[in-house]
């Protein structure tokens, strides 16, 4: 059975094609600048082919198009009929409250999606647009799934996800904390609870997904009880160009101050902020590490901030568990960047936590392990992490419950 695995943006098309019957990818790849004059496709198969076209793809029916025709493709493609793709599962980032799991997509749940769109419009946008070029393109009876990035984190109680300011607009427009990174963190969570050869039903947990957007999560025996992002990610800690959470009233004392209209804050907030606007250098974690290796005091306040937010972060969830058993770390600074992880353990050494300086660097590049000591009182693991994996999965677990009950 092959899954494809999709993850539609705006502008991006990512896909991997899944064999199920051992987990492997096949054949996955990008489609770029979609819509846009110079758009292109990149891609990589198992026959050991990778490769960058320019192809025309003015909207994501003809960047569906272009994925079909490599994966069919006689010299680099990998199945010989649209029929080799059993099923497609599709990254959708806002399900809102409506949504705690993945599930298969019929026209409501396609008109849950678009009522979301509010919330979250460029990604819940991209994703309906994915799921509507899926049908055009392998036709209307291939099953198709979505899964959510907000699902993980429906386990939430008010305390924690219903935002003090007044509660008519929670009634009126589900404004609240929704999370994101689910599959992410349910990924990582559940890949850690194997590692400790324990059901993770009686572990405590907090796991940390640091990439160009990071997020931290507090599970408690496999239910997410908090979450860094908010009603969009934006919240929460330090990223590549978003600001996470700050004193709301700087958002309108700058709007005031220069006349700026609500969209053009929230650019500033989502695309300018962060590592690149603290640094003025650049959004990414590796540039930063450099300039601050060279002694640039921007990037070292870039990444202290980021240290600092996730020692207090941590430490809050660990109160608001009553305990930890493990700590994870993903996503692409969490499991390559052993400075980060180094620091933020060692500024949690009041609880008994000790990390093994040798194991911690060389969990680098795609290594999954433990870096804690024996005696170390938390676990302390990185993980990579595997959404598209997830995704296939459920994919699967869905298409075949549909089979047995029908
Ligand atoms: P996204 O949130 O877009 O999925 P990633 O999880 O790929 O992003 O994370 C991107 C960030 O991870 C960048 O800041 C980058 O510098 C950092 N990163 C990626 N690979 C490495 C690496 N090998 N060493 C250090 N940092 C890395």
Do not use: W
């Not at 026959?47 to 079909?68: D, L, Q, R």
């Amino acid at each position: 059975m092959n899954i494809l695995v999709i993850n539609s943006g705006s502008s991006s098309l990512k896909y991997q094609l899944v064999d199920m019957s051992d987990e492997s990818v096949i054949s996955k790849g990008t489609c770029e600048r979609i819509g846009f004059e110079d758009s292109f496709i990149s891609y990589k198969t198992f026959k050991g082919i990778k490769k960058t076209i320019k192809i025309s793809m003015e909207n994501h029916i003809e960047a569906f198009k272009a994925v079909k025709d490599i994966l069919l493709n006689r010299e680099c493609g990998v199945i010989s009929s649209v029929e080799d793709v059993t099923a497609i599962g599709h990254r959708v980032v806002l399900g809102g409250p409506k949504f705690n799991k993945s599930v298969l997509i019929n026209e409501d749940v396609i008109k849950s999606i678009e009522e979301f769109i509010p919330l979250a419009p460029l990604h819940n946008t991209a994703n309906i647009q994915g799921i509507l070029a899926c049908k055009d393109i392998f036709g209307k009876s291939k099953p198709q799934v979505a899964v959510f990035d907000t699902a993980f984190h429906s386990t939430m109680l008010p305390k924690a996800y219903i935002f003090p300011i007044p509660y008519e607009y929670y009634e009126k427009y589900n404004i609240r904390k929704y999370g994101f990174h689910g599959t992410s963190h349910r990924y990582v969570s559940s890949r850690c609870a194997e590692l400790m050869n324990k059901d993770i039903s009686k572990i405590k947990m907090i796991t940390c997904h640091l990439g160009n957007g990071s997020s931290i999560a507090a599970i408690d025996g496999g239910k997410v009880i908090d979450t860094s992002m908010g009603l969009t990610p934006l919240d929460g800690l330090i990223m590549g160009t978003r600001s996470g959470s700050i004193d709301p009233s700087v958002v309108t004392f700058i709007m005031d101050k220069e006349n700026l209209s609500p969209r053009e804050m929230d650019k500033i907030l989502n695309k300018k902020s962060g590592f690149l606007g603290v640094s003025k250098i650049s959004s990414d974690d590796r540039d930063i590490s450099n300039a601050a290796a060279h002694g640039n005091v921007q990037a070292m306040l870039a990444h202290d901030i980021l240290r600092y937010q996730m020692t207090k972060l941590i430490g809050g969830y660990i109160a608001a568990l009553n305990g930890c058993d493990s700590i994870v770390f993903t996503a692409g600074i969490g499991a390559n960047e052993p400075s980060h992880r180094y620091k933020v353990c060692k500024s949690l050494s009041y609880l008994g936590l000790k990390i093994d300086e040798e194991l911690n660097n060389q969990m680098i590049r795609g290594k999954e392990g433990k870096i804690s000591t024996k005696d170390s009182k938390i676990d302390v693991f990185v993980i990579p992490t595997n959404e598209e994996l997830l995704i296939a999965r459920d994919t699967k677990n869905l298409i075949e419950q549909k089979k047995c009950s029908s």
